[in-house]
Antibody, heavy 119, light 110 residues
Framework: EVQLVESGGGLVQPGVSLRLSCAAS????????MRWVRQTPGKGLEWVSA????????HYADSVKGRFTISRDNSKNTLYLQMNSLRAEDTAIYYC????????????WGQGTLVTVSS | QSVLTQPPSASGTPGQRVTISCSGS????????VNWYQQFPGAAPKCLIY???LRPSGVPDRFSGSKSGTSASLAISGLQSEDEADYYC???????????FGTGTKVTVL
């Protein structure tokens, strides 16, 4: 069974950094692209970042480009999101998701971790 | 700011057919496949339809997807009370080099 478990969320002040982790199990992690998607409570979904299976290729939403960095450690089956210079508008539930092979759809999702940016 | 536009709400009585539209542009729906996600309150989204019209294992065949030009739609046939949820379309956008979601549609079973 595929499992994706996010961690690292919490309450932080504007301007600080936070690193989210997503521990993967139940599949060959190194074979799949991964994504981070966020959702402001009560609002819609927003794609944040993407990374290829090897980690070679990354993409970012304009709203986080230059502040967030996606990475992965295939030896640890773990996906990361380094978030710097956090803003109030980054407050959201952050989900990691596994990309379906031969598709750009998000086949499996974690339960999410809440990041609150507030002074 | 969502690039894909959906109606904010849709509703129907049990057994009815409900259709949700998703309008995009040539850089997203017009040139890439569309996926649909279902989300219940307090839960993570779940993929309902991928590659325009394919259902993952376990998704009832009451759910179907289609795409034409720069628009797509999700149809729920034989609406059931457990279908009450939020539904989002999504597609890769070549201009943005990113994955874009629709604005979301809340389906209510009357």
């Amino acid at each position: 069974e595929v499992q994706l478990v996010e961690s690292g969320g919490g309450l932080v002040q504007p301007g600080v950094s936070l690193r989210l982790s997503c521990a993967a199990s139940g599949f060959t992690f190194s074979n799949y692209g991964m994504r981070w998607v966020r959702q402001t409570p009560g609002k819609g979904l927003e794609w944040v970042s993407a990374i290829s299976s090897s980690g070679t290729y990354t993409h970012y939403a304009d709203s986080v480009k230059g502040r967030f960095t996606i990475s992965r450690d295939n030896s640890k089956n773990t996906l990361y999101l380094q978030m710097n210079s956090l803003r109030a508008e980054d407050t959201a539930i952050y989900y990691c998701a596994k990309v379906r092979s031969s598709s750009r759809s998000l086949e499996d999702w974690g339960q999410g971790t809440l990041v609150t940016v507030s002074s | 700011q969502s690039v894909l536009t959906q109606p904010p709400s849709a509703s129907g009585t049990p057994g009815q057919r409900v259709t949700i539209s998703c309008s995009g542009s040539s850089s997203n729906i017009g040139s890439n496949t569309v996926n649909w996600y279902q989300q219940f309150p307090g839960a993570a989204p779940k993929c309902l339809i991928y590659n325009n019209n394919l259902r993952p294992s376990g998704v009832p065949d009451r759910f179907s997807g289609s795409k034409s030009g720069t628009s797509a739609s999700l149809a729920i046939s034989g609406l059931q009370s457990e279908d009450e949820a939020d539904y989002y379309c999504a597609a890769w956008d070549d201009s943005l080099s990113g994955y874009v979601f629709g604005t979301g549609t809340k389906v209510t079973v009357l």
